[in-house]
């Protein structure tokens, strides 16, 4: 910021509340958020719009300001539990960013009953001298009912989770099966053995596979067909279930429950490639040459007939043993997956020459009981099936991506964009003080990290170097405007493979059969966009002023509207995200609240200014050590290390050290847990002095505080590296009644 400030100036933006009482201004200019103390908070709320002046710079020269309007006040309904107080009637919000209790008239109270979770809409706005004022709207029911973290999340990120009317009629006068009158105009597939492959739990089949070699040219190669549900035959452009559809923009994976994005006659019946009935399909049909590289490929709608439910673990255990017992329940499909395997190999070969980046990370599901309650966390395993799958599902969407630019048609294009510059610099600082002799280049490629991990894939922080490799990558997002794909090494990307539960591949679908008609595909007019897509257009906004002083050239209509559906899916697939890390946190929260005084030996997977985040190796669940219980002296955190230094005594806490907790508190509301340190009784700051090297207790820890859950930072990047394809795709479908969706960020 400029050191000379414009006292006069104002400026609009969302009120961004925080827990300890003080907030902050989230400017809609993208410029650097405003501090607003506590006093400051006392008139207005979370999510709240408002004009804002800065009046001071604080110590740090962080801008602080003063509210001078409030523009509009959130509509965004307040979940929490009703209390009674001195005969008061109040509610304590679950969100604590909205900072103070919402008091409940007498006759305000409805059916609920003390301690029950409620939904508050705000009668009276807060004032500098007094509290909101609001009446309960719904009663959730007890704190401690199963799912009752679900119905929280969902009205706290606003995920829609009841279909219209409208939707729920169009959908069961939806035909039973496929009719005659479906397949005029389809190529006919029944014959052919197209076979799904996916986890054991999963309930709704949105891709099918299938593989025979074949000469590309005059050398070997493989024809490979890639059928994917033919959603958009019966959701039609602006009908009531495309309106819910867009909507949500996307499924939301919880543990035991799924709110999908289509209601269940579609996702899981008529749209499902269920196995021994016909459906509607539209196949990606490729010729793939031995170099793996895409020689051909034509898209059609189709009619086919799956001819078998596979999962991975079936899958897998064929390949391994073609002679074992699940190779001879599924007898004449084992050519079929052979030639799958095959072709996978020279995909995942093009792969490693294209310099995509591919790390090796743990990934975990949740197991719940039928209670809802978490029986374990356990790692999830990627065999050759998943990787498998994957690879075809992005032939797939590198196909798709290829037609709408060779036909010059708008879409949805997922863009992943290079490291930022200041990121790129946080990461040549980090592998310089690491030793670490690679780096990346200004413009990096994503081989020089591939590379980068393959060089140090055997040292004792491979780990942690990983890790920041990682943290150096942005999030994928929908656009019209293709400028590629960073992480897969792709000039052109889309999703086409999973519409049943995303939005953006059902619009590809219906640009790709416009294309095939010889007509052009026109988006209706869209909805009022909502809070998130605001938050993430400016934020893309900013990054393209940093990126660009130049001023951006006046895109056409039509691509301004491919623009805002881009923004308005990406923004729910954030939503969702946040929701689903919400729901973890707390399910984690709980259930680390079982094993309070347990000990677990840990790895610090973060280093922070304000302490050190421990992932357990038994449970994978983090909490925080807290840096005021890191011993009697002054430490500093050195962002190139990843590390906290004691100024005195030279100890270190570093990313990577492994350590030996105590769980010591856990706080249900704030989503935090908090470990102590487990020592052999001796201050480590007075063993470190006595030690002349002061390097002798790397890693080790003292008791800790308060700190919030932290939900696997890695998955922002390996999500999307993972989910692209269908790895994560697969994965993360799960059944209503099913497992958790594994750690992963989408691509």
Not at 484 to 491: P, Q, Y
């Amino acid at each position: 910021m400029n050191e000379k400030i414009n006292l006069l100036a104002e400026f609009e933006g969302v009120v961004s509340g925080h827990r300890d009482g003080h907030g902050f201004v989230v400017r809609d200019d993208g410029q650097a958020d405003i501090y607003l103390p506590s006093n400051e908070m006392r008139a207005v709320l979370h999510k709240d719009r408002v004009k804002a002046r800065i009046v001071r710079l604080d110590r740090k020269g962080r801008p602080e300001g003063r509210v001078t309007e409030i523009i509009e006040r959130s509509d965004a309904p307040i979940i929490g539990r009703l209390l009674q107080e001195s005969g008061v009637w109040l509610v304590a919000p679950e969100d604590k960013r909205y900072g103070q209790d919402v008091l409940i008239p007498k006759g305000a109270t409805g059916s609920a009953k003390t301690g029950q979770v409620v939904v508050v809409e705000l009668t009276e706005p807060p004032a500098l001298y007094g509290q909101p004022v609001g009446r309960v709207k719904e009663v959730l029911g007890e704190i401690d009912d199963p799912g009752m973290e679900i119905e929280i999340a969902v009205r706290k990120y606003g995920v829609p989770h009841e279909f219209s009317e409208a939707a729920l009629a169009q959908a069961r006068a939806l035909p039973d099966h496929v009719r005659a009158a479906d397949l005029r105009h389809r190529v006919d597939l029944r014959d052919v053995p197209l076979v799904t492959i996916d986890g054991e739990d999963a309930r709704d089949f949105d891709d099918a596979v299938y593989c025979e070699p074949t000469k590309v040219g005059r050398a070997k190669g493989w024809r490979l067909l890639v059928a994917i549900a033919d959603v958009s035959h019966y959701v039609e452009t602006g009908t009531p279930i495309d309106v819910d559809a867009y909507d949500r923009a996307t499924s939301v994976y919880f543990p035991r429950r799924v709110i999908p994005m289509l209601p269940e006659k579609l996702s899981n019946g008529l749209c499902s490639l269920n196995p021994g009935v016909e459906r509607l399909c539209m196949v990606c049909d490729m010729l793939i040459n031995a170099k793996g590289e895409i020689h051909a490929y034509q898209f059609y709608p189709a009619v086919m007939f799956s001819h078998a439910r596979l999962t991975y673990t079936e899958v897998a255990a064929v390949l391994q043993n073609t002679r074992g017992p699940e190779a001879q329940q599924r007898k004449s499909l084992v050519p079929h997956l052979l030639n799958l395997h095959d072709v996978y190999r020279a995909l995942l070969a093009a792969r490693q020459v294209r310099g995509a980046v591919d790390f090796e990370t743990v990934e975990t599901q949740i197991v719940c009981d039928e209670s809802g309650r978490i029986e374990r966390i356990v790692p999830r395993t990627r065999n050759d099936a998943h990787k498998l799958i994957e690879e075809a599902m992005l032939a797939a969407n590198v196909c798709s991506a290829d037609f709408l630019q060779e036909h010059k048609h708008n879409g949805l294009y997922r863009v992943h964009e290079g490291p930022p510059p200041e990121k790129q610099d946080i990461l040549r600082n980090y592998l310089k003080a690491m030793g670490v002799t690679q780096t990346i280049s200004e413009n990096p490629h994503p081989s020089e990290f591939q590379r980068i991990a393959q060089a140090t894939k055997d040292r004792p922080e491979a780990q942690q170097i990983h890790t920041m490799l990682l943290r150096s990558m942005q999030q994928a997002i929908y656009t019209p405007v293709n400028q590629g794909h960073f992480g897969l090494a792709f000039d052109a990307y889309t999703h086409f493979t999973s519409p049943i539960r995303r939005y953006p591949d059902l619009l590809v679908h219906r640009v790709i059969k416009a294309i095939l008609g010889k007509r052009r595909y026109q988006l209706p007019s869209l909805p009022t966009p909502g809070e998130a897509h605001a938050k993430l257009s400016k934020r893309l906004a900013s990054r393209s002023r940093s990126a660009d002083q130049a001023p951006a050239k006046k895109l056409p209509a039509e691509v301004l509207a491919w623009q805002a559906a881009g923004l308005h899916c990406s923004a729910n697939e954030r939503r969702a995200d946040e929701a689903s890390r919400d729901v973890e946190a707390w399910l984690k929260c709980k259930y680390m609240r079982e094993h309070l005084g347990e000990e677990f030996s840990g790895l610090v997977t973060s280093v922070t200014s304000f302490g050190l985040f421990v992932t357990l190796d038994a449970m994978f669940v983090e909490g925080l050590i807290h840096i005021t219980e890191l011993g009697g002296e002054y430490f500093r955190f050195d962002e190139a290390r990843q590390e906290l230094r004691g100024e005195r005594t030279g100890i270190r806490y570093t990313l990577g050290s492994r350590v030996q907790v105590q769980v010591s508190r856990v706080d249900l509301d704030g989503r935090r847990i908090d470990f102590r340190l487990v020592t052999d009784g001796e201050d480590p700051v007075v063993r470190a002095m006595r030690d002349k090297t002061g390097h002798g207790f790397e890693g080790q820890e003292p008791s800790g505080r308060t700190g919030k859950l932290r939900q696997d930072r890695k998955s922002a990047a390996t999500g999307q590296l993972r989910s692209e394809g269908r790895a994560a795709d697969k994965t993360k479908k799960g059944s209503r009644n099913g497992d958790a969706k594994s750690r992963r960020k989408r691509r």
